[in-house]
């Protein structure tokens, strides 16, 4: 029996579908069955930074509404042997087309057959915020160091206080930039964490593959020596209940000015 | 006065013409005596079921009036509709084959999240971006752009075909067949028919061999009449 996290933060565009594709990726990579459930209905993107978009059959309104089963809405990632799959959200009904009871059923539907579900919650913390938590075991909680979504992610926090899930809810402080964090001009992981009162599950430092990596439908994680992928890697570990030491935050993230300088003389 | 309901053998068997001008009230009288008679007059030892076509000339029967007739029909045991037809059709129906039979043309964007659905033939001039889909009941020829999903024979009809350039879409579906483009880039090229092979698997071929194809179609290029 599979366990299933939501993976949530309030604020949008800090990177829950991005972590929910690349936590779901790792997890694969370690030999677990996964499947992603993308309950941002209306405006699904997990389908499209998996590089599945053009797999989709049907979708978690048409597994709900009874016009197709389960197995035929779950689309395969062909690069992981039966490890990886997606319920792709539907596009053409808005977050009231579900209802929590549906997402529940579904939810547990799946769960018996994967190890874990990873629920790919919209933003805000309407209806489509209560379809995702109600079916999930446990949240990840994903913020970055701005204030907005750190506040955002507090009301969260505040919200499955109020509709507690099995499990407490788990923090990944994602796009984290080294160097801002290092002069102090946005909160610092400690801060951060303390602030919330929520466990770290992670960090993931902010890195331009990301964007490279989900333009062409290939996670990040699967780069082997890429930071984020790294942190990515890290998560998945600790869901399995490995110890991982946290990353530390040193200069070969971004290298410095001057020492891309000194770079361009050892080349030559 | 004339009878409502008329008793005529055809070629294929009975009809019973429903006067068009008559009170419905008459006709399921008449209707009901006219099958009466026909049960004492056709009593033998070996007593066979006749079904009976019912034409209604230049009245449209409702479903209400439909059951009315089925159930006057049940009580006679042997006796039983095959179908009734009329000379008439609703504004709705006329225009469904109206728009079955006529080639039209979308000129658009379909946007990722929108679906177009069209009945008949469509020539596609605009552009379906990734996520987009397109489906139609008819064939389909393609002059525009196509980056997402488009179907010809909405939802079941294998014999339609799509014609043009779709080697950029994320899938071709025809009837109930299926491809993820992914899979199978090689076989389509940009002037490709994509058509059901006779093994119902969808399969490519170039607009050259359309003859060869569906030598159906290729005959009737022009005036393409829907299944």
């Excluded at chain 1, 016009?67 to 990886?84: C, E, N, P, T, Y």
Aim: contains cysteine.
């Amino acid at each position: 029996m599979g366990k299933a996290y939501v993976i949530t933060s309030g604020k949008g565009g800090v990177g829950k579908t991005t972590s929910s594709a690349n936590i779901g990726t790792a997890l694969a990579m370690l030999g677990k069955k996964v499947c992603l459930m993308d309950l941002d209905i209306g405006l699904r993107n997990l389908d499209v930074v998996l590089g599945l978009d053009n797999r989709i059959m049907y979708d978690i309104v048409d597994v709900a509404s009874g016009r197709a089963s389960l197995g035929q809405a779950l689309v395969k990632d062909k690069r992981f042997d039966d490890l990886l799959y997606l319920l792709p959200a539907a596009q053409n009904t808005d977050k009231t087309a579900l209802t929590q009871d549906q997402v529940v059923q579904i939810v547990n539907e799946i769960k018996p057959d994967f190890d874990y579900v990873l629920i790919d919650c919209p933003a805000g913390i309407e209806q489509g915020f209560m379809n995702a938590i109600a079916g999930a075991d446990s949240a990840i909680i994903v913020t970055t160091p701005e204030i907005s979504a750190v506040r955002d992610a507090d009301r969260v926090v505040g919200l499955l206080e109020q509709h507690p899930l099995q499990e407490e809810p788990h923090l990944i402080i994602n796009r984290i930039r080294t160097h801002m964090m290092k002069d102090g001009s946005v909160m610092d992981v400690d801060e951060i964490t303390h602030h919330l009162g929520v466990e770290l599950l992670g960090i993931v430092f902010d890195d331009d593959a990301v964007i490279t990596t989900s333009n062409q439908g290939e996670p990040v994680v699967l780069q082997a020596d890429n930071p984020a992928g790294q942190g990515y890697r890290d998560i998945a570990r600790r869901l399995e209940g490995e110890s991982v030491p946290l990353m530390q935050m040193t200069d070969e993230v971004h290298p410095s000015f001057w020492k891309k300088i000194g770079n361009w003389f050892k080349k030559g | 006065m004339q009878d409502a309901a008329v008793l005529k053998g055809t070629n294929d068997g009975y009809e019973i013409i429903l006067d068009d001008e008559a009170d419905l009230g008459d006709i399921y009288t008449s209707l009901r005596s006219l099958l009466e008679k026909l049960r004492t007059q056709t009593a033998s030892t070996h007593p066979q079921p006749i079904s009976f076509d019912i034409q209604t000339g230049l009245r449209l029967l409702s479903a209400g009036n439909r059951s009315e007739i089925e159930k006057i029909f049940s009580d006679f045991q042997l006796f039983s509709v095959h179908k009734i037809t009329s000379d008439v059709m609703t504004k709705e129906e006329s225009n469904r084959i109206l728009d079955q039979e006529t080639v039209h043309v979308v000129d658009r964007i379909i946007r990722n999240g929108q679906e177009v659905h069209v009945q008949g033939d469509v020539v596609f001039l605009g552009i379906i971006h990734e996520g987009g889909k397109l489906f139609v009941g008819g064939n389909i020829y393609v002059l525009g752009d196509v980056h997402g999903v488009i179907q010809a024979g909405f939802p079941d009809l294998e014999d339609k075909m799509i014609i043009g350039d779709v080697h950029n879409a994320q899938q071709v579906r025809i009837g109930e067949q299926y491809e993820i483009l992914d899979d199978t880039n090689q076989k389509i090229t940009e002037n490709s028919v994509v058509y059901v092979n006779d093994l119902h698997v969808l399969d490519y071929g170039k607009v050259e061999d359309l003859k060869q194809i569906n030598p159906k179609f290729f005959n009737q290029i022009g005036g393409v009449i829907n299944g």
